[in-house]
């Protein structure tokens, strides 16, 4: 089942015969409503541009006779350990980057948009890489922290002003970008997207350039490491994890903030059957501190 739904500033209203037979009418007016909007969105905000969802599985190949395996098993790091594997999920995260360069925001996406611009926007958390909330007109991003800071053993990390923190939490990555897991330089994808498409990785140019120079100095050369995708597989810990849990923190108290009691603060959480235990304890948390100010948790993971 398709859903179009038109949110104006100056006309909020949706046909409710046909809303309230999709069983969509509370939602609608939920949203349309709200003081503050927290999103927590899946893969299925964008199947209609075309990206595929990786919980689907996988029909069996001629070299596959009888498997039957689910792509998401590509994005485990466990079986990443294997070489095959990790050749596969290189051509998959090149595909996926091809087509997410290609594709068009979704009516969802420019409806996270517009409520940014009704000023209703207080966070989308999500787990999609392919970056569509970006096309879309949200700021994404992890803000960089200064980790070895004084403070941050004092006070925890300390993070930038809100409005320099991007509307936009992806929670797994990009599949725009590639870094060095050892001075974590960042590279894109685009430029690198050759050898993506063909299952190798690329090397760190900065640390063959850091070796070379100890060579000419008469030093020990460095091991020189291979690039690796900026995605958070399952079962891996995530790099910035502290860093989104301080914005986790943040948007909880400003949900449960007494000053800002007045109006009615939503969760949202669209395209997603919280398969990923993360994701999942990620909307619990949120669910808890809107109930607990009477606000409204919206659930809809209708097709
Ligand atoms: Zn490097």
């Known amino acids: 089942m398709s859903l179009r739904v038109e949110i104006c500033a100056e006309d909020t209203s949706a046909d409710p015969a046909i809303l309230n037979t999709l069983g969509y009418k509370n939602t609608i007016n939920a949203i349309v409503s709200a003081r503050k909007i927290i999103v927590v969105c899946g893969a299925g905000i964008s199947t209609h541009a075309g990206i595929p ?35 596969e999920f290189l051509k998959c995260i090149g ?7 290609k ?32 096309k879309g007109g949200l700021t994404i991003g992890i803000p960089a922290v200064n980790k070895f800071s004084k403070q941050r053993y004092a ?16 929670l797994h990555g990009s599949c725009r970008k590639l870094h060095c897991p050892i001075c974590h330089h960042v590279y894109n994808m685009d430029a690198n997207i050759h050898f993506i498409l063909g299952g190798t990785l690329p090397i ?15 030093k020990h050369p460095l091991g020189i490491p291979t690039l690796r995708p900026s995605i958070t597989l399952y079962s891996e810990e995530h790099e910035q994890g502290e860093i989104i849990s301080e914005i986790v923190g943040g948007d909880l108290r400003e949900v449960s903030a007494p000053s800002q ?4 603060v939503i969760l949202l959480v669209a395209g997603t059957r919280l398969g990923v235990a993360g ?6 948390e949120m669910a808890k501190a809107v109930k607990a100010r009477n606000g409204t948790h919206a659930r809809d993971n209708k097709k």
């Open 53 to 87: 969802c990786f919980s689907d599985e996988t029909k069996p190949t001629d070299g596959q006779k009888g498997s039957r395996r689910r792509n998401r098993d590509l994005f485990d790091a466990a079986l990443l350990r294997e070489p095959e594997m990790m050749s």
């Open 155 to 170: 006070k925890g990390i300390q993070l930038p002003p809100a409005t320099e923190i991007p509307r936009c939490i992806p």
């Open 95 to 101: 595909n996926l980057h091809v087509l997410a360069q």
């Open 204 to 218: 760190c140019t900065k640390c063959s350039d850091r070796s070379a120079s100890r060579v000419q100095s008469g």
């Open 261 to 264: 009691s007045k109006g009615t």
């Open 103 to 134: 594709a068009a925001p979704t009516p969802f996406h420019r409806v996270l948009q517009l409520l940014d611009d009704r000023t209703q926007l207080l966070r989308v958390y999500t787990p999609n890489v392919d970056g569509l909330e970006e």
């Open 279 to 284: 994701t999942k304890s990620l909307v619990k």
